[in-house]
């Protein structure tokens, strides 16, 4: 969800009134109770949804109007069902909310939603594994990009191996052999991943780098849709592909190799092949995920990681058939791989010069 500059800072220096020391209007600081609670446009059931809270969320409760209650996050006020909140405290003049409070699993949000997939989305219906959601996270960083990036940590759906989904959106046979062979007109929906050379499951060290950068996007101002923040969600590589097209401005999926000669970085580029680049979303799109992987592989370079070969393999990849934004699978080293916090902070860096470089041009 987007909120602009000025509904901002007019919401914000409402808070401030209502918190003077001189006024005695009293607000509630309230908690979502409810797994998923719906936050509306107006106070009604018809009403469109803005995002949902995850349990726990907490809350400024403007106006109690009996079965629903205005609330405001960040500046940002809607209506929410009144009783899916519990009351934390009741706050005066002298007790400003906790900013922390709001705060769910980093410290450079001010709102996280959770999003799942909507069945009028173009091509959710190729999607088979679709049933979990993701978090879009709020910069609550003063110089926010208004660039929503989607980091996709690579792998992590059980069960994503023995259903498969469409390569092509149009049916078309695979033009290269990956993990699936060229002529295929199937893919497995997600593949559990490799296994790093000391034992380590490509899917975790995917997530801790993608929790890493989520968090260096938000401090940077960047908006950032997460994919996965635990070791399954379900949702397909169609679906994550899907909500990104749809929630953001570019899509990074996080990737190790299974080779083991610990080649360095690199992105799988658009394959040489008329008919897939003339096929959409692909013919649209080719061109500015090149641009997106090659910034991202000036990143990487100058940031001091390794970069195999000319920095792109071309692959044709179930992500990338179906984008409508740029898009790159990001292959970060391979098997052998050091993968240590240091190393991933490295690449981390490398990546946010990339994203930088990326949206300055
Ligand atoms: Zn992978």
């Given at each position: 969800?987007k909120?602009?500059?000025?509904t901002?800072i ?5 808070m ?5 020391s001189?006024?005695?209007?009293l ?7 409810a ?5 509306r446009?107006q ?12 349990r726990?969320?907490v ?6 109007l ?8 960040d500046g ?12 934390v405290q009741s706050?005066?003049?002298?007790q ?13 949000a001010?709102?996280?939603?959770v999003?799942?997939m ?6 959710a219906g190729?999607?088979k594994?679709?049933s ?6 709020q910069?609550n ?7 929503t990036?989607?980091v ?9 191996s023995?259903?498969?989904?469409l390569?092509h959106?149009?049916?078309s ?11 295929a007109?199937t893919a497995v ?14 899917s975790?060290?995917?997530?801790k780098?993608?929790?890493?950068l989520?968090d260096?996007l ?5 908006d950032?849709?997460m994919?996965?923040?635990?070791d399954?969600v379900?949702?397909d590589?169609?679906?994550r592909t899907v909500l990104?097209?749809?929630l953001?401005d ?26 897939y680049?003339?096929?959409?979303p692909?013919?649209s799109?080719w ?7 090659d910034s ?8 001091g990681?390794?970069?195999?070969s000319s920095?792109a393999?071309e692959?044709?990849l179930?992500q990338t ?17 050091a993968h240590?916090?240091?190393a991933?902070e490295?690449?981390?860096?490398g990546?946010?010069?990339g994203?930088?470089i990326y949206?300055?041009?």
């Amino acid at each position: 969800m987007k909120f602009n500059r000025l509904t901002k800072i007019v919401l914000t220096l409402g808070m401030i009134s209502l918190f003077g020391s001189s006024m005695t209007v009293l607000a509630d600081t309230v908690k979502v109770n409810a797994s998923n609670l719906n936050f509306r446009k107006q106070a009604s059931m018809s009403a469109e949804v803005i995002c949902t809270l995850p349990r726990g969320t907490v809350l400024e409760r403007s106006e109690n109007l009996g079965e629903w209650s205005k609330v405001t996050i960040d500046g940002g006020s809607g209506f929410v069902a009144s009783r899916y909140l519990q009351t934390v405290q009741s706050i005066s003049g002298q007790q400003i909310p906790q900013k922390e409070e709001l705060l769910t699993n980093t410290s450079y949000a001010s709102v996280s939603c959770v999003v799942e997939m909507k069945p009028e989305y173009l091509y959710a219906g190729n999607s088979k594994i679709n049933s979990g959601s993701a978090i879009l996270y709020q910069s609550n960083s003063q110089d926010r990009k208004e660039k929503t990036v989607c980091v996709n940590a690579g792998h992590g759906t059980k069960g994503g191996s023995s259903v498969k989904t469409l390569c092509h959106p149009d049916g078309s046979p695979k033009v290269t052999s990956g993990t699936t062979a060229a002529g295929a007109t199937t893919a497995v929906a997600v593949s559990s991943g490799m296994t790093f050379n000391d034992g380590t499951a490509e899917s975790t060290v995917t997530l801790k780098m993608a929790k890493m950068l989520r968090d260096k996007l938000l401090a940077a101002g960047y908006d950032v849709l997460m994919i996965r923040e635990t070791d399954d969600v379900q949702l397909d590589n169609i679906a994550r592909t899907v909500l990104a097209n749809n929630l953001a401005d570019c899509h990074l999926a996080l990737h190790w190799d299974s080779t083991t000669s610990d080649k360095g970085c690199f992105y799988m580029s658009v394959p040489r092949n008329d008919s897939y680049r003339s096929m959409e979303p692909v013919k649209s799109n080719w061109e500015s995920h090149h641009r997106l992987g090659d910034s991202l592989i000036e990143g990487l370079r100058a940031g001091g990681s390794k970069i195999f070969s000319s920095g792109a393999m071309e692959m044709d990849l179930t992500q990338t058939s179906y984008s409508t934004i740029p898009s790159v699978d990001i292959e970060l080293g391979d098997k052998a791989s050091a993968h240590t916090t240091e190393a991933l902070e490295k690449l981390a860096d490398g990546l946010m010069l990339g994203i930088e470089i990326y949206f300055s041009k």
